[in-house]
């Protein structure tokens, strides 16, 4: 049976577990995709943003698979800021093609 190395990164940094024995590719890469889902599940929710990875490589040392999940957040005050950050760049764009310039 092959070994497959499984590291995992959760924003805390990365973490390489022992060579493990999988008796195929895919059960190497189906083991990632559930470690990757089990620590979002363990750090959200935690704050507004967080990155997971997760990367196998095979006995010799070449990466096989590589995975991540983003996770983003936002607050209605957020959103509401950003729809208005945007509305100002639309504005700011529409006045220097009208040759108004942009807003002060």
């Known amino acids: ?14 973490h390489s577990e022992e060579p493990i024995h999988f008796p195929s590719t895919k059960a190497a890469t189906d083991d990632a995709q559930v470690a990757l889902a089990e620590m979002a599940r363990e750090k959200l929710p935690d704050g ?3 990155d997971f ?14 995975a ?3 996770f ?4 209605a005050d957020d959103i509401r800021r950003e729809d208005q ?9 529409a006045n220097s093609l009208g040759g108004l310039g942009p807003r002060e």
């Not at 049976?1 to 990365?14: H, W």
């Open 68 to 70: 991540g999940l983003s």
């Open 53 to 66: 990875g997760v990367k196998v490589e095979d006995e010799g040392g070449t990466e096989i698979y590589r």
């Open 1 to 14: 049976m092959p070994k497959f190395t499984v590291t995992t990164d959760n924003s805390d940094g990365e």
């Open 48 to 50: 507004k943003h967080a």
């Open 85 to 93: 950050e945007a509305d100002a760049a639309a504005d700011d764009v």
């Open 72 to 75: 983003n957040a936002k607050t």
